[in-house]
């Protein structure tokens, strides 16, 4: 299994935290992580010895100087998130397929059938949580982004990735000149220049699944009549995404699955020392 992440310094305990996660709850699984980043990691011997001891092949990606021209970047949204959308160049060309995952992410049952999908020509595979909204805003979204086709708008913290028919059609110039036409319509950049470009290529996964969106429990649990509540997350919740500005290691974070994120920081924290 093949796994994909783009970070910075600031986020590689949050790393470790996903990897742990992934290892407990997909066994007997051989992985190889592979870490976009655009300078070496200043932590990069406390990945190395983590990974050793969980028998995880790590391969450091590491970029240094990508022209992306001048692109929209805050401190919530850094250069490294629109490294994924260029992974495929940077990638080596025997892989076929890759799954990208945040690093505010916990999985929590096997990732084996989201990373086995069939991906039947579509680029990527991806959730959408525009059910949670009542599809309010997937107008305004097709008609700010100008992709017309598109079945939905996607969150693009979890994309299973065709690497054989991305490296075909995905281009960065296309990436750098989609950016230029619309830099004043991007709210959520690198999740904008995905839908823009390739949403309608895009195969729809369910989020209840594979994207869970831990700040929404009350209105999974409303729009499945009951059917999604805690109970049902633990044994059929495969990916759990802390989406938005509140994250689960800080220490005034009270949400629902708080204390399931700080229970695996914690082991992954004891298992490194």
């Known amino acids: 299994m093949n796994l994909l992440f783009a970070i910075d310094n600031h986020v590689v305990d949050?790393?470790?935290?996903?990897?742990?996660?992934?290892?407990?709850?997909?066994?007997?699984?051989?992985?190889?992580?592979?870490?976009?980043?655009?300078?070496?990691?200043?932590?990069t011997g406390k990945i190395d010895a983590f990974c050793k001891k969980l028998e995880i092949k790590y391969h450091p990606i590491i970029l240094k100087d990508?022209?992306?021209g001048d692109v929209p970047v805050t401190n919530r949204y850094p250069e490294t998130i629109y490294y994924r959308l260029l992974a495929q160049d940077y990638l080596p060309n025997n892989l076929d397929r890759i799954l990208y995952l945040d690093v505010d992410i916990l999985v929590i049952n096997d990732l084996t059938p989201i990373y086995q999908l069939n991906l039947s020509g579509s680029l990527y595979a991806a959730a959408s949580h525009s059910a949670l909204t009542n599809n309010v805003t997937e107008p305004i979204n097709k008609l700010r982004l100008g992709n017309y086709e598109a079945e939905s708008y996607y969150n693009s913290g979890v994309l299973l990735f065709n690497l054989t028919a991305i490296r075909k059609q995905v281009k960065k110039v296309d990436i750098i000149n989609y950016i230029k036409r619309n830099k004043l319509s991007l709210f959520l950049p690198d999740q904008d220049v995905l839908n823009g470009l390739y949403g309608h290529q895009i195969k729809k996964i369910p989020d209840e699944l594979y994207n869970f969106d831990a700040r929404r429990s009350p209105f999974y649990y409303a729009l499945s009549n009951g059917?999604?509540?805690?109970?049902?997350?633990?044994?059929?919740?495969?990916?759990?995404?802390?989406?938005?500005?509140?994250?689960?290691?800080?220490?005034?974070?009270?949400?629902?699955?708080?204390?399931?994120?700080?229970?695996?920081?914690?082991?992954?924290?004891?298992?490194?020392?």
């Open 66 to 68: 990508v022209l992306l």
């Open 14 to 43: 949050q790393l470790l935290t996903t990897l742990y996660s992934i290892v407990i709850n997909t066994p007997d699984q051989p992985l190889n992580v592979y870490v976009i980043q655009k300078n070496k990691l200043k932590k």
């Open 227 to 273: 059917q999604w509540d805690l109970d049902w997350v633990i044994i059929h919740t495969v990916i759990l995404h802390f989406c938005g500005r509140d994250k689960p290691w800080k220490k005034d974070y009270h949400n629902r699955y708080a204390s399931l994120y700080k229970h695996y920081a914690y082991r992954a924290k004891k298992f490194i020392n």
